[in-house]
């Protein structure tokens, strides 16, 4: 006897496995691209324009992951991992999959393989520019601070102190810790010292602290005692400055200097 159509099996639906292999090929290389260039934008300075790229990209991603997913089953009636693991990209009823439905193309392996090759190649560049831009810059940072920790109150005492019997050695070492933009404020200042009849002057730090640090740039406030006059006629003296130094081919130098207290005589000077 001939089968009727009711009589016919109605087919199978697609085993969950396969459902999950194609949410995973659809989904997969989009969320690890949007997680690393998300992690990215994060690390830079917030408005900036690299952080609107980062941020700009990340958000590319989802609207193709999402067009991908939602768009292209609605108009040909698969997905990339529908596609690629053979199931339906709608219910498994005869009217909601009519004949005539769009084929894949037959490469669909080759793009398949493709996202996702894409997808680990966006997400390794991510994470390559975060390590430089965020590690590499920290680290640098660092190692900016420790060198101007030790650095730094020696260059501010030797540029502040002089003797009227080496003055000109003093001034000339003096502008050679100095970078171009501060000999401009330094020189004037020496030349009125020169003008005012010397006396020895000569300063050491006590006490200093690393405000903040950057590649090549860093502040310092220093706390200076010294003493000032002829011999016989010193009096202790003190000071507070905060300084900018900048690091040059690799030597650091004073960049500016603001006086935070003048110089005054230290307690129980007389």
Not at 121 to 133: D, E, G, I, P, Q
Not at 142 to 154: S, Y
Not at 156 to 171: C, G, H, I, N
Request: a positive charge.
């Amino acid at each position: 006897m001939t089968k009727t159509v009711a009589d016919a099996p109605s087919p199978e639906p697609t085993r969950w496995r396969t459902r999950a292999t194609a949410l995973a090929i659809d989904l997969l290389p989009g969320l690890a691209v949007m997680a690393s260039v998300g992690m990215l934008a994060l690390c830079f300075p917030s408005g900036s324009v690299w952080r609107w790229i980062a941020t700009g990209i990340a958000g590319l991603v989802f609207l193709t992951a999402a067009a991908n997913r939602i768009l292209l089953p609605a108009v040909a009636g698969w997905s990339l991992g529908r596609a690629f693991t053979a199931a339906k990209a709608v219910g498994d009823d005869a009217e909601a999959n009519p004949p005539g439905r769009r084929q894949p193309p037959t490469n669909i392996r080759v793009l398949a393989v493709g996202a996702f090759v894409a997808a680990a190649a966006v997400s390794l560049v991510a994470a390559a520019t975060a390590y430089f831009a965020v590690y590499q810059n920290d680290h640098k940072s660092d190692v900016a601070k420790a060198e101007i920790a030790r650095q730094g109150p020696k260059i501010v005492a030797d540029m502040l102190s002089y003797d009227p019997e080496t003055l000109q050695a003093d001034f000339d070492r003096a502008q050679s810790l100095a970078t171009e933009k501060y000999r401009q404020q330094l020189v004037p200042q020496q030349d009125a010292i020169r003008d005012a009849k010397p006396v020895p002057n000569f300063y050491r730090v006590t006490d200093g602290a690393v405000v903040n640090a950057a590649p090549h740039r860093a502040t310092m406030l220093l706390f200076l005692q010294g003493q000032r006059g002829t011999p016989g006629k010193e009096r202790l003296i003190s000071a507070t400055v905060e300084v900018a130094f900048v690091q040059t081919s690799g030597t650091w130098r004073v960049d500016g200097l603001d006086v935070v207290s003048k110089p005054l005589p230290a307690e129980g000077d007389k």
